[in-house]
């Protein structure tokens, strides 16, 4: 059985900065690409940055500049450092990953449980 757990959610002030975690933990073969999505109230979800297993990387364009996607490949962890952060980046913040259970399988699409981020004054 494979499981993303993330941490790093919580409360900060308009200009704050929060750093998330998500590991993979379980029996796999192998993670490809990991990402991050967010949903808001009344909103759909929306992709964050993500970053392949070579460690290209991709955002979207609100988040530019302002958010960093990272990875350790040996921990099958992937990070995101938010920085000047802002009311409008309220969300609650998915991990994502593609992982192939074993070497003949398929690759998967898995989820972490979502941890919440509020900016608020």
């Known amino acids: 059985q494979v499981q993303l757990v993330e941490s790093g959610g919580g409360l900060v002030q308009p200009g704050g900065s929060l750093r998330l975690s998500c590991a993979a933990a379980g029996s796999f073969f192998r993670i490809n690409g990991m990402g991050w999505y967010r949903q808001a109230p009344g909103k759909q979800r929306e992709l964050v940055a993500s970053i392949t297993s070579g460690g290209r990387t991709n955002y979207a364009d609100s988040m530019k500049g302002r958010f960093t996607v990272s990875r350790d490949n040996a921990k099958n962890t992937v990070y995101l450092q938010m920085n000047s952060l802002k009311p409008e980046d309220t969300a609650v913040y998915y991990c994502?990953?593609?992982?192939?259970?074993?070497?003949?399988?398929?690759?998967?699409?898995?989820w972490g449980q979502g941890t919440q981020v509020t900016v608020s004054p």
């Open positions: 994502n990953a593609g992982i192939r259970r074993t070497a003949w399988r398929d690759e998967v699409d898995y």
